[in-house]
């Protein structure tokens, strides 16, 4: 599903010095598994996220995600891969405040008309991460974890075939964040790949694969593979 190979990411930093922040890097994602690449603030995790979601296109090396070659894609062709091929989802939610947790939902569909049967796909996926009664509801009168929950229905109203995941607990208590992970679980028994970057443990232990990112490159942990749980859509 996520293949990358000899990807470099650089920046020039404050000073004006260059910062090598991904040094050869590859990476495979099997369709239907559930990874979780950890490592040190500041290691590129997130950065690494953004390559593989097109939204950053300066690097070295090639990407190719559900059967999608990333590199040399046009403005529009890139808005139509991640309206189609990815779903993502953030640590900070970027819900709209004045828009119901339904209308946040069915923003992907404002690409074209918002028919009776997105709005019908909004409230399933709504009911899906359990908030269906709270559709009408605004962002302010919802609590971190439902936040979260209609962020991650928001990912999966295109039918995406990998959903990719930059500290999607970070803002959340124990408990809560736990409950989202559990979702992850059943979106990944369901077939659903799932990438996540992370620093937490309780991610990294319902991971199926668990990766370092350190001084550039992954390197897979050891004794972190566990036998999948889904399927292969």
Do not use: W
Not at 35 to 42: H, K, L, P, T, W
């Amino acid at each position: 599903m996520i293949r990358a190979r000899d990807i470099v990411k650089e920046y020039i930093d404050g000073d004006g010095t260059r910062v090598r922040v991904l040094d050869g890097l590859s990476l495979d994602v099997a369709s239907g598994d559930f990874v979780a690449v950890v490592g040190s603030s500041g290691s590129g995790k997130s950065t690494l996220l953004h390559l593989l979601g097109g939204l950053d296109v300066h690097y070295a090396g090639e990407v190719e995600v559900g059967g999608v070659k990333l590199r040399g894609l046009k403005d529009q062709a890139l808005a139509r891969f991640r309206n189609t091929h990815v779903g993502f989802v953030f640590q900070s939610f970027h819900l709209i405040p004045n828009l119901s947790a339904v209308e946040n939902v069915l923003l992907p569909a404002h690409f074209g008309p918002v028919t009776a049967e997105a709005r019908k796909r909004a409230e399933f996926l709504l009911d899906r991460v359990g908030l269906l009664a709270k559709k009408a509801r605004e962002p302010v009168r919802l609590s971190g974890g439902e936040r979260q929950r209609v962020a991650i229905a928001r990912a999966l109203f295109t039918g995406p075939k990998v959903l990719l995941c930059d500290e999607p607990t970070g803002n959340l208590d124990a408990a809560t964040g736990e409950g989202v992970i559990q979702l992850f679980e059943e979106l990944h028994r369901e077939g659903l790949t799932v990438l996540a970057v992370t620093h937490e443990e309780r991610m990294r232990s319902a991971a199926r694969r668990v990766l370092r990112l350190k001084e550039g490159r992954l390197l897979e942990e050891p004794g972190a593979e566990r036998p999948s749980v889904g399927g292969v859509p």
